[in-house]
């Protein structure tokens, strides 16, 4: 409704208020209970699978520092082989380290092929395999490094 003055060109649009009977559209007022509940059950299942993304992370993180906490000790172990631990044929082992158990065999190795015909051979090859382990409630993580040392032969009744 448009009312107009006659000492003013301006004329003025003036509404009227809706009355409580209008038809209101669906998108007028807001979301509906429906709506509120879909988007509830999506933030949830979206959580839900970012949580166990989350889990799955943190248990992979702490069995990748157990592994290398282990290889760590196998790795010092093989390096122990000659000043701390004798290169000679045996088994050796010790106190557990940080709940660690570990091993050290000392073997003659003969290579593949080699007939041990060789009398002036001067070094004797040994094969070294370091076994550690950390027992957990869900098995034992285990490590087995091997690598060859050479050592002088010992001469019998020296």
């Known amino acids: 409704m448009k009312t107009c003055t006659v000492r003013s060109a301006k004329c ?8 409580h009977r209008a038809v209101r559209t669906a998108h007028s007022r807001g979301f509906s209970l429906l709506e509120v509940l879909v988007a509830f059950a999506i933030l949830a299942i979206s959580l839900g ?17 157990e592994y290398s906490r282990v290889v760590a000790l196998a790795e010092a172990k ?16 010790g106190d557990p380290e940080d709940g660690m158990d570990w091993i050290v065999n000392i073997q003659p190795y003969q290579p593949a092929g080699w007939l041990g015909e060789d009398e002036t ?29 050479l050592a002088e032969p010992v001469e019998p009744g020296l």
Do not use: N
């Open 49 to 65: 699978v970012l949580l166990q993304i989350f889990q799955r992370a943190m248990s992979s993180t702490t069995v990748s520092s």
């Open 121 to 149: 051979l001067a070094l004797q090859p040994y094969l070294v395999t370091a076994v550690a382990s950390l027992p957990t409630s869900a098995g034992a993580r285990q490590v087995t490094l091997r690598t060859l040392r």
């Open 12 to 19: 003025v649009s003036r509404r009227r208020p809706p009355s």
């Open 78 to 93: 093989l390096a122990e082989v000659g000043a701390d631990i004798p290169l000679e044929e045996g088994v050796h082992t």
